[in-house]
């Protein structure tokens, strides 16, 4: 029996051990089959991990020392040069709220509580774009900009759109990125470089051998989470030379305060034949939204730069077929148009956490060549290699709690035409959205507030 031949029978065997799907199964095998002529050049193929992260609160108590960190920093002789913050195109714009809502649409599962960082994930693909050359790099350039955007252009557009999310007087959102390769890989400093000016990426050499390499990436990702989220990565794959990280964290503080009075049980409907009862917030908002199957509400940040959107699909549509619904011209039609009016609103809290691998959502959206030995990332420092996963692990958690009270509104309230409260309890769509871009940091699905 040749080599190849018992690796097969090593791999059904065990596959049969796994307490998993028979489609998951299939979908190993047929991933081991693709993959079998590696085998004989064990060396000739190595992979690199993008991994994005995000944490949305709206209050947070922190302490980040005694986190330490287990490896070289590699930024000594690069200095990240001064970038020129730009003007944001509406082209680009567009491009960027295309993206993200199909990022969201193809990574929402059925049945299931979904949050997605737009932001933190193609932040996390430019950096992975710098590294690319040839057909690979065009895929990249394409799904991120829709052929109207060089990589450099996304870059210079990615930094003063980071720089612009960050500067803010209230609550805060912090932005971080890191490079970790093992000592086998000989990088090019310029990819570093590139990285440091355009996204303030930390660079560090592990030993991925060693469990400190696994310690060290998880306590970054603790530390820029702050706490968080702990861990990101289990066990280091033999054939892995790189990790490209990206986190988001987000705190903020409502505009209005919910009153304790305003807290109350209620039914939320998870489908036709399951009810809980979960903790409701009440209050009457000033800006509400409505598209053609659904209505919602937008309601502010103290800081005024955000706004938590909640958008509730009409009576007999469904989650599955308000996603499905939603595009960037009817998100951002819906966010233009929205009302000046008060409107009752009942929202259940939530805190949630969802983590997924998105390299079959990035196929399904056009990057192919990177997942593949077909790859070309020459200008990381080597060739023969490829994406293996881009991880994407979020949490949020929305409540009454630490919020502050502002005195008065910006809006003038009239008269409400809208005749009937709107209460979220049945499985929605929400979003934070930069109030100046329209551009959601997050978007998820709320199916189960439990």
């Not at 913050?85 to 059925?110: G, R």
């Amino acid at each position: 029996m040749s080599k190849i031949h018992q690796i097969k029978e090593i791999i059904d065997v065990n596959l049969e051990y796994l307490d998993i799907s028979i489609d998951t199964k299939s979908r190993l095998r047929e991933k081991a089959r693709k993959r079998r002529g590696f085998v004989m050049k064990k060396y000739s193929i190595a992979s690199i991990v993008v991994i994005t992260v995000i944490v949305v609160l709206l209050t947070s108590f922190y302490n980040s020392k005694n986190i330490k960190i287990y490896a070289k920093d590699l930024m000594e002789g690069i200095i990240p040069e001064e970038v020129q913050i730009i003007n944001l195109s509406s082209e680009f714009n567009l491009a960027t709220l295309d993206f993200s809502i199909e990022l969201f649409k193809h990574a929402y599962q059925k049945d299931k509580n979904s949050l997605v960082s737009p932001v933190s994930v193609y932040l996390a693909l430019g950096m992975t774009a710098n590294g690319a050359d040839g057909e690979t790099l065009q895929e990249f350039e394409k799904l991120l900009g829709g052929y109207n955007f060089s990589i450099e252009e996304l870059n210079r557009h990615y930094y003063t759109l980071a720089k612009s999310f960050s500067d803010i007087e209230k609550g805060s959102v912090n932005i971080a990125n890191s490079v970790w390769y093992g000592n086998e890989f000989d990088i090019n400093k310029n990819f570093l470089q590139v990285n440091a000016d355009y996204y303030g990426a930390d660079a560090f050499k592990v030993d991925f051998n060693s469990s400190k390499a696994i310690n060290g990436i998880n306590n970054w990702v603790k530390n820029k989470t702050q706490k968080n989220i702990n861990k990101i990565v289990d066990t280091i794959d033999p054939d892995t030379i790189m990790y490209l990280i990206n986190s988001i964290y987000f705190e903020a503080e409502w505009e209005e305060k919910y009153a304790k009075r305003a807290v109350r049980k209620g039914e939320f409907y998870i489908d036709n034949n399951n009810t809980i009862s979960v903790d409701f917030m009440h209050s009457n908002e000033l800006e509400y939204l409505r598209n053609d199957i659904g209505s919602g509400f937008m309601k502010n940040y103290k800081n005024g730069r955000y706004g938590f959107v909640a958008l509730l699909p009409d009576e007999g549509i469904s989650i599955d077929s308000y996603v499905e619904y939603l595009t960037a011209e009817v998100f951002l039609s819906t966010l233009k148009n929205r009302l000046n009016e008060e409107i009752g609103v009942a929202i259940p809290k939530f805190k949630s956490e969802y983590e997924i691998n998105l390299v079959e959502t990035l196929e399904e959206m056009g990057l192919k060549k990177c997942f593949s030995s077909q790859a070309d990332f020459s200008k990381m420092g080597e060739n023969n290699i490829f994406l293996q996963e881009v991880f994407h692990k979020t949490f949020i958690q929305i409540d009454e709690n630490g919020t502050k009270a502002s005195a008065a509104t910006k809006n003038e309230v009239y008269k409400s035409l809208i005749m009937e409260d709107i209460i979220f309890d049945r499985p929605f769509v929400y979003a934070i959205i930069d109030i100046q871009t329209n551009l959601p940091l997050f978007i998820g699905t709320m199916i189960d507030p439990s």
